[in-house]
Each structure stands twice: as structure tokens, then as C-alpha cells.
């Protein structure tokens, strides 16, 4: 098994309290409806900042969580949710899902002693739970977070669960 907490611990530890990004883009609907539908099924917290697409951007309101899925897939409704997640039994610590259109979205986390190396798994079991569903998305470490030698070491790392975890 890959020591995926040696190989990308700095990227969730190295700057306490930073706040960067993980950019999901090129997402089916299936599997943004599977992302977001486990992340509101599994989760320990819950805040929804969801707005409508059309200025002014009035705050929208989904009662239903099966909804909240179709509301984003039909594109109207964009912003965050910020949960506390479980997956495969770990809970994450809290990220944000920024939706930004039908097809893709970025998570937000802060960095920090919080993360640990269970926590870096179940975030990285996360990813590839939604590659089984869409094996196109393309999940990469935001370009204005981080530099290219970190972005290469989270793609390198990504590939390698992967491949252990479907191999």
C-alpha cells in the first residue's frame, strides 16, 4: 500500500489556517448527483449557501437533501456546501463543495493538525468513489494554491491509490 500521508501530507498540514482548493472539473452527472448526495446522506454538519444563478443571487432554500442535487444539475442554483463528511466510517474534516456550474466544482479545506493520515484516506476514498462513476473527472490540486512541483506529487499520489485501490 502507498504511504499516501508521507507522499501528500504537506499539502493538507504546511500552512496552518490556509484555506486552498481541489478543483473537480469535467463531472458527469451521475457522479456529481452520487457526490452529493453521499456527502449530504453521510454528513455529521451541515451549512448550505446556496444561491440562485440569476442576479442578485437571492439565497436558495432546498428542504428535500435528494433535491439538492437535481437543483445544481439543472444550474440553478451555484455556492457551498460545508459539511462534515463520513466516509468508509471517517469523518473528514470540514470542507466546502463550491459548485460553479453543472460539471464542475471545487472543495475548499483548511489546513491544519486536524488532518491526519485517516483523514487524507477517507478524503482521497472520497475521490476515488467518484472516479468509479465517471472515470473522465479530472480532480487536481488548484493551480492558484499551489505550485507545480505540489500538483504533480497530488497527481502522482491520486494515480497511485487508484490504481492500488481498482488493481
Keep these: ?7 501528500v501530507s504537506p499539502i493538507f498540514t504546511a500552512v496552518d489556517g490556509a484555506q486552498p482548493e481541489i478543483s473537480v472539473e469535467n463531472i ?17 454538519s451541515l451549512d448550505a449557501g446556496l444561491r ?24 440553478l ?5 460545508i459539511v462534515e463528511t463520513r466516509v468508509d466510517g471517517y469523518t473528514l474534516p470540514t470542507i466546502g463543495l463550491f459548485f460553479l456550474d453543472t460539471d464542475a466544482l471545487f472543495i475548499s479545506y483548511q489546513m491544519g493538525e486536524h488532518w491526519t493520515p485517516l483523514s487524507v484516506m477517507a478524503l482521497f476514498e472520497l475521490f476515488r468513489m467518484i472516479k468509479t ?18 500538483r504533480v506529487q497530488f497527481d502522482t499520489a491520486l494515480r497511485d491509490y487508484l490504481a492500488e485501490r481498482v488493481g
Design 77 to 81: 442554483v451555484l455556492g457551498p456546501l
Design 52 to 75: 440562485g444563478v440569476q442576479p442578485p443571487h437571492p439565497e436558495v432554500m432546498v428542504t428535500l437533501p435528494d433535491a439538492v442535487a437535481e437543483v445544481v444539475l439543472q444550474g
Design 28 to 44: 458527469s452527472a451521475g457522479a456529481m448527483r452520487y457526490l452529493i448526495n453521499h456527502v449530504l446522506h453521510q454528513s455529521k
Design 133 to 150: 462513476n465517471d472515470s473522465d473527472v479530472r480532480i487536481r490540486l488548484s493551480r492558484e494554491h499551489f505550485n507545480g512541483s505540489w
Design 1 to 7: 500500500m502507498i504511504d499516501l500521508w508521507e507522499r
